[in-house]
């Protein structure tokens, strides 16, 4: 099956410094990749959706300077929290979708919990 | 907008029992029902859809028919195993939503024997 890696699994980073995060799929091409923030007990929120070769599109209320998406490949996406707070700890997935016999689907990554201290 | 609800987990259930997981939602138009699966350390799965009104989704024992007029998808086994421990979410697209989800909370199933 369609496998999405993230890297790193878990990131501990100080207050006012930067993290990026990256969403690999490892066996198939994806122009399409989509970011999304879990709280604890709570939905996957989507925060953007990376398309490849172009600027991501944001949903409302998700600051594009301080969530940084670029989609430098068909196969890689980056989220950069850029001066991160402690209010963006959070557990971050990707997704990829993926084309095949005009059927679309979402394969997921399996997340990268960031701790901002 | 568009909503989905989950019961609150977690779910102990012992092997071989019955599971429901129920899950409602709302939608401004025509969505696509989904049940994802999450083990642990690893990412989202899907683990069965229904794309239309009275479409039943059934994958690994799992079954769920989409309930227009009581608009539920609610997830069912009829016998669970310990590997079947994990969090479920339920989600929503709609057609030509460009493929937003819109999911549940989760509920985490927890099967002991």
């Known amino acids: 099956g369609a496998v999405v890696s993230q890297h790193p699994s878990r990131v501990i980073c100080k207050s006012g410094t930067s993290v990026k995060i990256e969403c690999r799929s490892l066996?198939?091409?994806?122009?399409?990749m989509f970011w999304y923030r879990q709280f604890p007990k709570q939905s996957l929120m989507l925060m953007a959706t990376?398309?490849?070769?172009?600027?991501?599109?944001?949903e409302q209320g998700v600051e594009k300077d301080k969530f940084l998406i670029n989609h430098a490949s068909l196969t890689l996406s980056t989220l950069t929290v850029t001066s991160a707070h402690p209010e963006d700890s959070s557990f971050y997935i990707c997704?990829?979708?993926?084309?095949?016999?005009?059927?679309?689907?979402?394969?997921f990554g399996p997340g990268t919990r960031l701790l901002v201290l | 907008g568009n909503s989905v609800t989950q019961m609150e987990g977690p779910v102990t259930l012992s092997e071989e029992a019955f599971l429901t997981i129920n899950c409602t939602y709302t939608a401004t138009g025509y969505p696509s029902l989904f049940w994802y699966v999450q083990y642990p350390g690893e990412g989202l799965q899907l683990l069965l859809k229904?794309?239309?009104?009275?479409d039943k989704g059934s994958n690994k024992g799992f079954e769920a028919t989409y309930r227009k007029e009581t608009t539920s998808f609610h997830l069912e086994k009829g016998s669970v195993q310990v590997s079947d421990s994990a969090v479920y979410f339920c989600?929503?697209?709609?057609?030509?939503?460009?493929?937003?989800?819109?999911f549940g909370t989760g509920t985490q199933l927890k099967v002991e024997l």
């Open positions: 989600a929503l697209i709609l057609t030509g939503g460009g493929n937003k989800l819109t």
């Open positions: 997704s990829a979708k993926r084309q095949r016999g005009g059927i679309e689907t979402q394969y």
């Open positions: 990376s398309n490849e070769g172009s600027k991501a599109t944001y």
């Open positions: 066996d198939f091409q994806a122009t399409t």
């Open positions: 229904a794309t239309k009104a009275d």
